[in-house]
């Protein structure tokens, strides 16, 4: 039997990232349950490009080009879409960056500063923005895309750890806070996924095989499943959770990973 995702329908879902690999899986998942969705990204023109390709199948969808560092311009843009497009009923926050694989020693401030603005602080100030709206209407659903590596410490990946680390906690914070205002936050954590962030870092030699098959040495195990997640993989947990089937589930983390974490 197949579940039908209820709850999903008619409403407006800001997904940011929508260009990335799981951004543009989760805006594509969405629409195709019937939300009207408003894909932003700082890549303004590939924003306008998926909302064009969503509207060809049939989907209400906006472009929207967002800095979701600047905090001026995520006010401006969530007051945008909620005028002209309808109440933000979903809002993902699936922009990030990995970063470089380095030695912690090996970070320098800008980059430091860079992948906290995008993966800390960008989520913050849309779930700041938002949540403030959501809680006054006494309804929302927030998700965001965390990673397994803000639990499991990997050797090379210190920076973009932590920064994940913070964007879990900020959420589900907030899910706490709001939870009796009628406002769900989860993260989803995936593993390694096939999008082209993850194989910006696949040069390095090894690299690929190490996150696949395993580096004891470094990281315990790979991934039991023996493969890569599939962005639509994480879509469907994202768009689950968004749905009324997920109505109980908040301040928490799901993790799709193929096993890696090796959580019990």
């Not at 995702?5 to 195709?32: D, E, H, Q, R």
């Not at 019937?34 to 990204?41: R, T």
């Not at 109980?248 to 959580?263: A, E, M, P, Q, W």
Request: proline fraction near 3%.
């Amino acid at each position: 039997m197949t579940m039908q995702l209820t709850g999903i329908a008619g409403s407006t879902a800001l997904v940011t990232g929508a260009v990335g690999g799981i951004g543009s899986a989760v805006a594509s998942c969405l629409a195709a349950a019937g939300a009207a969705v408003v894909a932003a990204d700082i890549d303004g023109a590939g924003a306008a490009a998926l909302a064009e390709t969503l509207r060809g199948q049939g989907a209400s969808a906006l472009g929207l080009r967002l800095d979701v560092t600047d905090h001026a311009e995520v006010e401006r843009a969530v007051d945008t879409v909620e005028r002209t497009v309808g109440p933000i009923g979903i809002l993902v926050n699936a922009a990030g960056v990995l970063g470089r694989v380095a030695a912690l020693t090996e970070y320098d401030d800008a980059e430091w500063q860079r992948v906290f603005a995008v993966n800390a602080h960008g989520p913050f100030n849309c779930m700041r923005a938002v949540g403030r709206r959501m809680a006054e209407r006494r309804a929302g659903r927030i998700v965001t895309i965390g990673s397994n590596s803000a639990a499991i410490v990997k050797t090379g990946q210190g920076l973009y750890g932590a920064s994940k680390a913070a964007a879990h906690y900020l959420t589900n914070c907030l899910g706490l806070e709001l939870a009796g205002q009628g406002v769900r936050c989860v993260v989803v954590a995936p593993g390694t996924t096939e999008t082209a962030m993850s194989r910006a870092n696949w040069h390095v030699s090894g690299r690929r095989e190490a996150l696949l098959h395993g580096e004891p040495d470094r990281y315990r195990v790979g991934i039991p499943r023996g493969r890569f997640a599939d962005p639509r993989e994480i879509a469907s947990v994202v768009a689950f959770l968004a749905s009324d089937q997920a109505a109980h589930l908040t301040v928490t983390t799901v993790t799709v990973d193929g096993g890696s974490s090796l959580r019990p």
